[in-house]
């Protein structure tokens, strides 16, 4: 019998990332944002897409993308998982990669989502397609989205459980500002809009504009971290300085009584304090996350003006 929808090649994703390091080099000239401000792997040499079904991306399809790709970004992907299912489902022209890291109160999925659907800027057609398949195409750009995800403790990469901002919002008129920020975060903005106001909810620590690229994103219904890059301390690091700052943002919506902000306030005593009904960042913390968010700039010059990109800088 036949395995369902090309099962027999997750065996095959599964050894090539397993055989990949992050001491690898990314062969890419930078990471840039282009004129949508999507964020996309500029490779130093062009690769060739194959051609992916319009339906969606089946396994034997992601097989034979990530064995094109994990030669150009190999320290990327190094050390993920593949999932199965693509979470969210509906991006489904894209492979999601996985990786957890352990917090004290909160655990973290690392999700970076590869896009191959082809579109007028992907690339130069190869081979054309038709009705069933999208084009195949050389590019020098791979579209992704890295991010960090705050998950419930426990569990796997391919069955995580956010924790989720929204659940049980209550808001009441004539209430605090604290409560204003509930009720403007989540009934009057969009999904881009809640990013920019994620933002700048913790005051100026960030170097990039956050209405240009939000450091902080409103993605799997909760406030996760963009990591364009992983050059600087990795995941852990990553991890250790946003579970501070996630713990704030959380009881700003879901209130300080609540088991997660509790067990914060105890894992973070350094970080993170609370005064009149309210989780604050203690001075220290601060000037900590603006140190690391300062590893972050936008560059741009004439040629990349003519194109309408942003090179997101680290260091």
């Known amino acids: 019998m036949k395995a369902k929808a090309g099962t027999e090649s997750i065996p095959g994703i599964i050894n090539l990332l397993r055989a990949l390091k992050t001491e690898q080099v990314n062969d890419i000239c930078g990471i840039f944002l282009d004129e949508t401000l999507r964020e996309f792997f500029c490779l130093n ?108 403790r426990g569990g796997t990469a391919d069955g995580f459980e956010s924790v989720k901002l929204r659940e049980s919002v209550r808001v009441e008129a004539g209430n605090s500002d604290r409560r204003l920020f509930t009720s403007v975060l989540f009934d009057d903005f969009s999904s881009r809009e809640i990013s920019t106001e994620l933002s700048r909810k913790p005051g100026d620590i960030f170097k990039v504009p956050v209405t240009i690229y939000p450091m902080l994103v409103y993605d799997y219904f909760t406030a996760c971290l963009n990591v364009p890059g992983l050059e600087y301390g990795g995941l852990a690091e990553a991890a250790a300085v946003f579970e501070p700052l996630f713990i704030s943002l959380f009881s700003d919506v879901r209130g300080c009584d609540h088991s997660l902000v509790i067990e914060g306030l105890e894992a973070w005593p350094d970080c993170i304090s609370s005064s009149d009904g ?7 913390f601060t000037r900590i996350l603006k140190s690391y968010f300062s590893r972050y700039s936008l560059f741009t010059d004439d040629d990349l003006l003519l194109r309408g990109w942003k090179k997101i800088i680290f260091g």
Request: net charge positive; glycine share 4%.
């Open 45 to 152: 040499t062009p690769v060739v897409i194959p051609a992916i079904p319009v339906s969606s991306i089946k396994h034997n399809n992601a097989a034979d993308i990530l064995n094109v790709i994990s030669r150009v970004i190999p320290a990327f992907m190094a050390g993920h998982s593949y999932l199965e299912k693509r979470n969210p489902v509906s991006e489904e022209h894209s492979i999601h990669l996985a990786c957890r890291a352990r917090g004290k109160a909160v655990d973290f999925i690392h999700m970076l989502r590869l896009d191959f659907k082809f579109s007028s800027n992907s690339g130069t057609i190869v081979k054309k397609g038709d009705s069933n398949t999208f084009p195949s195409y050389s590019t020098e750009r791979i579209y992704f989205k890295s991010r960090l995800v705050p998950v419930c």
């Open 278 to 284: 309210g989780v604050f960042l203690k001075p220290e």
